[in-house]
């Protein structure tokens, strides 16, 4: 259903590191640019990481971001309660002019 | 103060036609590309569509579930974005959100989302 592939769900204790990874194919994260978005219940979507492993002004530097080939991830350290949320990674799709998320990964802190 | 103020949501009969707006202020919405962007309640996020600037020739494109059905369009003289909804079905249902997509750039605005419900 989604063209981009996350586990539906992560978890973690405080102050571990958390990886949520983000599957695709050679026409969406195998050429193009990645970025992952954090979402809480009933709010919008805040960017955490554009063009792959940039991190935007005011985003915790306990976030980052790293792609090779058609895979990405998310990496989370110094887990935090506050850092429970859903998160999606999204890319451009060449093959289908179009842009794809993937199905999200729900992050839980334990 | 950059903002992004959808309106337009409610509730419509299946094969309806409802038409969104966007009203964005705080940044130069014409050198932007503009995207929509769904939620239906409790799933994920899907891209709608995207309009790109006045520099890209207002190019379009659309996710294919949408196709032929929805229509974007901008005003850039009055800072505007908009979404027609045609031939609605009960799986549109969603809270549909106005965005500044990151191109490569830390710039990435999202309104605050309007509710579109299909039913009849």
């Known amino acids: 259903q989604y063209v981009l592939t996350q586990p539906p769900s992560a978890s973690g204790t405080p102050g571990q590191r958390v990886t949520i990874s983000c599957s695709g194919s050679?026409?969406?994260?195998?050429?193009?640019?990645v970025y992952w978005y954090q979402q809480f219940p009933g709010t919008a979507p805040k960017l955490l990481i554009y063009?792959?492993?940039q991190r935007p002004s005011g985003v915790s530097d306990r976030i980052s971001g790293s792609k090779s080939g058609t895979s990405a991830s998310l990496a989370i350290s110094g887990l935090r309660s506050e850092d429970e949320a859903d998160y999606y990674c999204?890319?451009?799709?060449?093959?289908?002019?179009?842009?794809?998320f993937g199905g999200g990964t729900k992050l839980t802190v334990l | 103060e950059v903002q992004v103020v959808e309106s337009g949501g409610g509730l419509v009969q299946p094969g309806g036609s409802l038409r969104l707006s966007c009203a964005v202020s705080?940044?130069?919405?014409?050198?932007?590309?503009m995207d929509w962007v769904r939620q239906a309640p409790g799933k994920g996020l899907e891209w709608v569509g995207r309009?790109?600037?006045?520099?890209?020739?207002?190019?379009?494109d659309y996710a294919a579930s949408v196709k032929g059905r929805f229509t974007i369009s901008r005003d850039d003289s009055e800072s505007s974005l908009y979404l027609q909804l045609n031939s609605l079905k009960i799986e549109d249902t969603a809270t549909y959100y106005c965005?500044?997509?990151?191109?490569?750039?830390?710039?990435?605005?999202w309104g605050q989302g309007t509710m579109v419900t299909v039913s009849s």
């Open positions: 965005v500044s997509p990151s191109i490569d750039e830390g710039f990435d605005v």
């Open positions: 309009t790109r600037s006045r520099a890209k020739s207002y190019t379009t």
């Open positions: 705080g940044f130069t919405f014409s050198d932007h590309y």
């Open positions: 063009k792959n492993d």
């Open positions: 999204v890319a451009w799709d060449d093959s289908l002019s179009c842009r794809v």
């Open positions: 050679s026409s969406n994260i195998g050429r193009s640019s």
